[in-house]
């Protein structure tokens, strides 16, 4: 089979995913691949299917055509001949290698800053305590929150919350890690603390899809972003391209919008306290 | 119309005796119903639509009939099939029966309550549907459903009062028969009803106990919510 | 042995006359307890006396707090002792309707807090004072926000009835006790008071749950 090449170009393959909700289609056939390796951010208008289609990533939401492939092994797709039952354990066995960041961080509130990490790691995983500890602390302490680990979620800030919910998703050794707008719920003196957690996730290396409002961040870590209006993607490219020089009127309408024609790829940072004062 | 306090004396074991089987039944009774309230609550949230079919339609019959009546079923069907218990077992199975569907209605609407990012955030990270509700949602559930499930408990105890209808040995049967061997009826009966009465009070103030210790990480946590939101909102 | 159900249908017909007897008694104890527990709301709120505060606060522990069955009993046994005799029929109402005006109490006080203190100052500041501010004005809107918790109420009674078959009342459940101490099958026969009963409840309780819905799109 030719797949086998083709995986290692295209990480992750997604494949003519088509989604409605009632009379409403929020996808029309959308496809992206993913190389190992890549940051891909998503932008566009609210209500343009783009978290939906992120979505579709991990097969959390289904979608009703298309199929998603994750080095070359199937995600999820439409038909899926296999029975619902190892359907759904290959797709656990899955997820535990991909990632989720949520808008609302949901950090689990009864569980402590470091059951939080530990606990997937643990039922999933099936990891020993001590190893699972070994591995949250060292989560915790690459998004700074290890001084925090006693704590209690409901006791952190917006941005300590978010880092919390990456350092979960990081103790988990993803190969791809999704995030849904991990920034627009918090206070706008909290964003940069999370976007340096991830601006650092990139520089790893890290294989990252991430949904986001940002341009400036975008503009610096992305090595691909994606434009997305009306459940299509309408323009992908590398960021100083999309953003300087939009091909598509919409894309250029979309920019205006956000009031940054004025933009300037290197000021990203620029309103925003380095540090997360929240903390 | 006098009081005869002597009956307190003459009877009081006997009455005594009748008030540790109405706790033995409604122990009984919790034991095994609260587990299968679990199962009917989960059953209604199946994907197999015939189990949904099964444990809402449980849950319905038992909600809407009289006590009594399925008391008597019971207490008639189980013979029917051959199946012989004494009085006593009968009456827990029944209260066990009657509470689990009450109980189940009480647990989903608290794995309703606690919000649908829990579960999401849960099987994104590879737990499956049965591990999410174990480790994530049911832990959040129990404070929240910690109330009403006292409320069920209390009225399981008022309800065990009908199992003298089928002749177990409880604190109203107790109360029956000492007014049939003294025709005191109203001493008889507001005595086991105060029992009742303080039993119920009792376990309402214990429970409210119980209540405030689980709560209280919630509670400070919405005050916490609640003062970060302040700073912020005027800064904003 | 096995289930028989010539036994069901021959005993429908007096089954039926027995459900009838079960609604009755269920409206008239139901009827009387609101009209009782609004009587207790209005005194209550109006005459701001501690002693009845009190009075009322500890008549719905102790109903709420014991089993309706050995209230039936006391109701049903103590009566002919201090020498008022009414009857099964009449003491099993009474004993309805004082179990219910408990409940019946509580769901008013809801209500009665949904009213917002604008309406009283309103209505006074138009001259309705005392009886017709009660009637015109506050009773209307307490009911109103009261009526889904009442049809919940209302199924609560109509359960309760069941237990009046104890103090020889002839509803619904004593006609089956009667039929099968007759034909000796009362699997068969139970199973036909008890559909019937579902069905009254379940009618009431779907009906309870749609206003309620209703109720809640009307507030939002």
């Given at each position: 089979m030719a797949a086998g090449s083709e995986t290692k170009h295209n990480f992750l393959e997604m494949t003519e995913i088509r989604k409605s909700f009632g009379d409403m289609t929020v996808l029309h056939d959308v496809s992206l691949s993913v190389s190992q390796g890549e940051v891909i951010c998503i932008i566009g208008p609210s209500g343009c299917g783009k978290s939906t289609f992120l979505r579709t990533a991990n097969w959390l939401t289904p979608a009703d055509g298309g199929e998603v492939r994750l080095a070359g092994e199937l995600v999820g797709g439409v038909p899926d001949a296999r029975s619902v039952s190892t359907q759904t354990k290959e797709l656990n066995a899955l997820r535990a290698r991909v990632g989720m960041v949520f808008q609302n961080f949901n950090v689990w509130p009864h569980l402590s800053v470091l059951e939080n990490v530990v606990c997937p790691q643990m039922v999933v995983a099936k990891r020993r305590r001590g190893e699972a500890e070994k591995q949250a602390l060292a989560a915790l302490a690459e998004v700074g929150l290890d001084d925090k680990k006693s704590e209690w979620p409901d006791n952190l800030s917006g941005g300590q919350k978010q880092r919390l919910a990456i350092a979960r998703v990081l103790a988990m050794d993803p190969v791809l890690v999704l995030m849904d707008?991990?920034?627009?719920?918090?206070?706008p003196e909290l964003v940069s603390g999370v976007l340096n957690v991830l601006k650092r996730l990139a520089q790893k290396g890290m294989t990252m899809i991430i949904v986001t409002h940002e341009l400036g961040f975008a503009s610096s870590v992305a090595d691909r972003v994606v434009f997305m209006e009306e459940g299509r993607i309408v323009e992908e490219g590398a960021p100083d391209v999309i953003l300087q020089t939009p091909k598509t009127e919409r894309l250029k309408l979309f920019l205006e919008k956000l009031n940054i024609t004025a933009f300037k790829p290197n000021s990203d940072s620029a309103g925003h306290p380095t540090m997360d004062s929240g903390s | 119309m006098s009081i005869d306090l002597s009956i307190i004396t003459n009877y009081g074991p006997q009455l005594l005796l009748g008030f540790w089987m109405t706790i033995k039944i409604v122990v009984g009774a919790i034991i095994l119903g609260m587990p299968f309230g679990l199962v009917l609550a989960l059953g209604r949230r199946s994907r197999l639509a015939i189990i949904r079919f099964f444990a809402t339609s449980f849950i319905e019959v038992f909600r809407n009939t009289p006590f009594i009546i399925q008391v008597f079923m019971l207490f008639y069907v189980l013979p029917f099939y051959g199946l012989h218990l004494p009085a006593e077992y009968v009456g827990v199975v029944a209260l066990a029966a009657f509470g689990s569907a009450y109980f189940a209605e009480v647990i989903r609407g608290g794995i309703d309550a606690v919000a649908k990012g829990q579960l999401e955030s849960a099987r994104a990270t590879g737990m499956s549907d049965w591990q999410a509700m174990r480790y994530i949602i049911l832990p959040q559930t129990l404070p929240i459903i910690l109330p009403a499930m006292t409320n069920q408990t209390l009225s399981l105890v008022k309800e065990s009062a009908i199992l003298s209808t089928i002749t177990v040995g409880e604190l109203t049967m107790a109360a029956i028969t000492v007014q049939g061997e003294t025709f005191r009826p109203f001493e008889a009966f507001i005595m086991v009803a105060l029992l009742y009465w303080a039993l119920n009070e009792t376990l309402a103030i214990i429970m409210r106990r119980v209540e405030r210790k689980v709560s209280r990480r919630t509670s400070s946590s919405s005050r916490a919510k609640v003062v970060r939101a302040a700073p912020a909102a005027t800064e904003g | 042995m096995k289930f028989d159900i010539s036994y069901t249908f021959d005993a429908l017909p007096r089954l039926f006359e027995g459900s009838l007897v079960t609604l009755t008694l269920a409206l008239l104890g139901f009827a009387f307890s609101v009209v009782l527990a609004t009587i207790v709301t209005v005194a209550r709120t109006a005459s701001k006396s501690r002693i009845l505060a009190y009075s009322v606060a500890i008549y719905i522990s102790f109903i709420r707090g014991t089993p309706l069955l050995v209230q039936i009993f006391l109701v049903f046994y103590v009566l002919p002792i201090v020498g008022i005799n009414i009857g099964p029929m009449s003491a099993g109402i009474l004993a309805l309707t004082l179990n219910s005006a408990a409940f019946v109490i509580e769901i008013l006080r809801g209500g009665l807090a949904s009213v917002p203190q604008g309406q009283f100052e309103a209505a006074r500041s138009l001259g309705l004072s005392g009886f017709a501010l009660w009637v015109k004005v506050v009773l209307p809107q307490t009911f109103m926000a009261s009526i889904p918790p009442l049809v919940n109420e209302f199924t609560q009674v109509l359960k309760a009835t069941a237990l009046l078959s104890t103090i020889t009342v002839v509803e619904l459940m004593r006609v089956s006790q009667q039929i099968y101490s007759n034909n000796y099958h009362p699997v068969e026969v139970l199973t036909g008071a008890f559909v019937m009963y579902f069905l009254m409840c379940f009618a009431v309780s779907r009906s309870a749950s749609l206003l309620e819905s209703k109720f809640e799109v009307k507030r939002a």
């Amino acid at each position: 089979m030719a797949a086998g090449s083709e995986t290692k170009h295209n990480f992750l393959e997604m494949t003519e995913i088509r989604k409605s909700f009632g009379d409403m289609t929020v996808l029309h056939d959308v496809s992206l691949s993913v190389s190992q390796g890549e940051v891909i951010c998503i932008i566009g208008p609210s209500g343009c299917g783009k978290s939906t289609f992120l979505r579709t990533a991990n097969w959390l939401t289904p979608a009703d055509g298309g199929e998603v492939r994750l080095a070359g092994e199937l995600v999820g797709g439409v038909p899926d001949a296999r029975s619902v039952s190892t359907q759904t354990k290959e797709l656990n066995a899955l997820r535990a290698r991909v990632g989720m960041v949520f808008q609302n961080f949901n950090v689990w509130p009864h569980l402590s800053v470091l059951e939080n990490v530990v606990c997937p790691q643990m039922v999933v995983a099936k990891r020993r305590r001590g190893e699972a500890e070994k591995q949250a602390l060292a989560a915790l302490a690459e998004v700074g929150l290890d001084d925090k680990k006693s704590e209690w979620p409901d006791n952190l800030s917006g941005g300590q919350k978010q880092r919390l919910a990456i350092a979960r998703v990081l103790a988990m050794d993803p190969v791809l890690v999704l995030m849904d707008e991990p920034t627009s719920a918090l206070d706008p003196e909290l964003v940069s603390g999370v976007l340096n957690v991830l601006k650092r996730l990139a520089q790893k290396g890290m294989t990252m899809i991430i949904v986001t409002h940002e341009l400036g961040f975008a503009s610096s870590v992305a090595d691909r972003v994606v434009f997305m209006e009306e459940g299509r993607i309408v323009e992908e490219g590398a960021p100083d391209v999309i953003l300087q020089t939009p091909k598509t009127e919409r894309l250029k309408l979309f920019l205006e919008k956000l009031n940054i024609t004025a933009f300037k790829p290197n000021s990203d940072s620029a309103g925003h306290p380095t540090m997360d004062s929240g903390s | 119309m006098s009081i005869d306090l002597s009956i307190i004396t003459n009877y009081g074991p006997q009455l005594l005796l009748g008030f540790w089987m109405t706790i033995k039944i409604v122990v009984g009774a919790i034991i095994l119903g609260m587990p299968f309230g679990l199962v009917l609550a989960l059953g209604r949230r199946s994907r197999l639509a015939i189990i949904r079919f099964f444990a809402t339609s449980f849950i319905e019959v038992f909600r809407n009939t009289p006590f009594i009546i399925q008391v008597f079923m019971l207490f008639y069907v189980l013979p029917f099939y051959g199946l012989h218990l004494p009085a006593e077992y009968v009456g827990v199975v029944a209260l066990a029966a009657f509470g689990s569907a009450y109980f189940a209605e009480v647990i989903r609407g608290g794995i309703d309550a606690v919000a649908k990012g829990q579960l999401e955030s849960a099987r994104a990270t590879g737990m499956s549907d049965w591990q999410a509700m174990r480790y994530i949602i049911l832990p959040q559930t129990l404070p929240i459903i910690l109330p009403a499930m006292t409320n069920q408990t209390l009225s399981l105890v008022k309800e065990s009062a009908i199992l003298s209808t089928i002749t177990v040995g409880e604190l109203t049967m107790a109360a029956i028969t000492v007014q049939g061997e003294t025709f005191r009826p109203f001493e008889a009966f507001i005595m086991v009803a105060l029992l009742y009465w303080a039993l119920n009070e009792t376990l309402a103030i214990i429970m409210r106990r119980v209540e405030r210790k689980v709560s209280r990480r919630t509670s400070s946590s919405s005050r916490a919510k609640v003062v970060r939101a302040a700073p912020a909102a005027t800064e904003g | 042995m096995k289930f028989d159900i010539s036994y069901t249908f021959d005993a429908l017909p007096r089954l039926f006359e027995g459900s009838l007897v079960t609604l009755t008694l269920a409206l008239l104890g139901f009827a009387f307890s609101v009209v009782l527990a609004t009587i207790v709301t209005v005194a209550r709120t109006a005459s701001k006396s501690r002693i009845l505060a009190y009075s009322v606060a500890i008549y719905i522990s102790f109903i709420r707090g014991t089993p309706l069955l050995v209230q039936i009993f006391l109701v049903f046994y103590v009566l002919p002792i201090v020498g008022i005799n009414i009857g099964p029929m009449s003491a099993g109402i009474l004993a309805l309707t004082l179990n219910s005006a408990a409940f019946v109490i509580e769901i008013l006080r809801g209500g009665l807090a949904s009213v917002p203190q604008g309406q009283f100052e309103a209505a006074r500041s138009l001259g309705l004072s005392g009886f017709a501010l009660w009637v015109k004005v506050v009773l209307p809107q307490t009911f109103m926000a009261s009526i889904p918790p009442l049809v919940n109420e209302f199924t609560q009674v109509l359960k309760a009835t069941a237990l009046l078959s104890t103090i020889t009342v002839v509803e619904l459940m004593r006609v089956s006790q009667q039929i099968y101490s007759n034909n000796y099958h009362p699997v068969e026969v139970l199973t036909g008071a008890f559909v019937m009963y579902f069905l009254m409840c379940f009618a009431v309780s779907r009906s309870a749950s749609l206003l309620e819905s209703k109720f809640e799109v009307k507030r939002a």
